[in-house]
């Protein structure tokens, strides 16, 4: 909040530099301030003023970069997989602390946009262009984008009448070899499947 934020939102990386002053990319990205807004959401039960600066976030970031129902990852390209995973996430989030129902209709539609973008009987691609790049089940530098948009469809599918399980299904038995041979490399796509399994929320 206090280096790396500016107007509400959050910037997408900090370096240094050889002479040891800091660099700030300025860029903004969804998906990364998705999680950063996510994280004040939680925070706001524990310390209630983060509640007001989430919220802010939040709307800030759909008033710049969800335009005419359609979601970009920066302010000129195209929402990614991981964009639509992460802001529907946040959106369930927002929801569940503030119970205000604008935050649970965008949330279901980004889902809906989700499988209709990337959905591809049981696979996920993770950009939606002429050429077709898969998400896999790891997770690297930060969760899967895949595993993360499982989750937020299954918690979902508790709030709304749509049945998302058929999507969780397919995709985990698709990847089931793979997450059974290396569980440890794919922790959140481990919780979706131990979720499904046992109908957890």
């Known amino acids: 909040l206090d280096k790396m934020s500016e107007n509400q939102l959050f910037y997408s990386n900090m370096l240094k530099k050889d002479d040891g002053s800091h660099f700030i990319d300025t860029k903004v990205v969804t998906s990364f301030n998705a999680m950063m807004i996510d994280t004040l959401f939680h925070l706001s039960q524990i310390e209630e003023h983060y509640l007001k600066i989430a919220i802010d ?6 008033d710049n970069y969800y335009i005419h129902q359609e979601l970009y990852h920066t302010q000129d390209i195209k929402a990614f997989l991981e964009d639509y995973a992460y802001l529907g996430t946040t959106l369930l989030n927002a ?3 503030t119970n205000n129902q604008k935050y649970l209709i965008l ?7 989700s499988i209709d973008k990337f959905y591809e009987y049981g696979k996920w691609k993770f950009s939606n262009g002429d050429v077709s790049v898969y998400d896999d089940i790891y997770d690297l530098l930060y969760p899967s984008a895949m595993a993360t948009m499982l989750l937020f469809i299954h918690r979902l599918s508790f709030y ?14 698709l990847n089931s070899y793979n997450l059974m041979r290396q569980p440890l490399s794919s922790p959140k796509m481990s919780k979706v499947l131990l979720r499904h399994l046992k109908k957890m929320i």
């Open 57 to 62: 976030s939040l709307e800030t970031l759909l």
């Open 95 to 97: 929801y569940t602390v």
């Open 107 to 113: 949330a279901e539609s980004i889902a809906n946009q």
């Open 160 to 173: 709304v009448d749509s049945d998302y399980n058929q999507f969780v299904f397919k995709t985990l038995e």
